[in-house]
């Protein structure tokens, strides 16, 4: 985990083991947004007001850290399952998808070299899976949407990090997030990136997934 060629708060590289877990394929979209909106009458995401950002299969964005929070206690009373936000780490080993190293989901060529990287992200995020799956089999965990994750962020947590599950800080002014952002200058960012904002910000270019135990 981390990268030594990153910005500060990725290093140092260290050796984290995570349990057992299940992360969806895709972030949140919309239409699965909207089941949790119309069963809860929980507010509209405000980015919703702009047809950029209001396609059923679009990743779902303009949501707080306590939103999606809401919507994964909403899935876990609906379903029984235990539905949560994944930590870094889960995020990190599920974005290496099995290959150790890499810089980027595919490899370590850069990003413009992707297909279609200067067509994609025009005005907002892409429909979900448009892109090719990374090696787990996942879409879109680093690019379109910065994903939120459960951990408050430290910038100098992985000097005392514990090597099982770690769970980032017992608290904290941020909230940790991974993946890049159609905004972006560079749309897809590096497995290892990390950023954070305060959990009750509401971007359109935040959204999530959902992990599960298993």
Same mark, same amino acid.
């Given at each position: ?12 590289? =260290? ?74 780490a889960e995020w990190e080993r599920a974005a290496r998808g099995g290959v ?83 905004? =972006? ?16 910000? =509401? ?12």
């Amino acid at each position: 985990m981390g990268c030594d060629q990153g910005a500060a708060c990725e290093r140092p590289v =260290h050796t984290v083991s995570v349990d057992c877990f299940r992360i969806g394929k895709y972030a949140v979209t919309n239409v699965q947004y909207r089941l949790f909106i119309e069963e809860t009458n929980y507010t509209v995401p405000p980015s919703w007001a702009d047809p950029r950002f209001t396609l059923p299969d679009q990743p779902v964005t303009s949501v707080s850290w306590y939103d999606a929070i809401a919507y994964c206690d909403w899935l876990t009373q609906r379903t029984l399952k235990n539905y949560r936000l994944p930590t870094e780490a889960e995020w990190e080993r599920a974005a290496r998808g099995g290959v150790e190293g890499r810089t980027y989901t595919w490899g370590d060529q850069p990003p413009e070299l992707q297909s279609g990287y200067y067509e994609s992200w025009i005005s907002g995020p892409e429909p979900a899976g448009r892109r090719p799956a990374s090696g787990f089999g996942l879409y879109d965990i680093s690019e379109n949407v910065h994903e939120w994750c459960a951990d408050w962020f430290d910038p100098g947590y992985y000097r005392s990090s514990p090597p099982r599950n770690p769970l980032g800080p017992p608290a904290g002014s941020r909230k940790a997030s991974r993946g890049g952002s159609w905004r =972006h200058q560079i749309k897809i960012a590096r497995v290892a990136a990390r950023s954070s904002i305060p959990p009750d910000y =509401h971007y359109n270019d935040y959204g999530f997934r959902v992990v599960v135990d298993v």
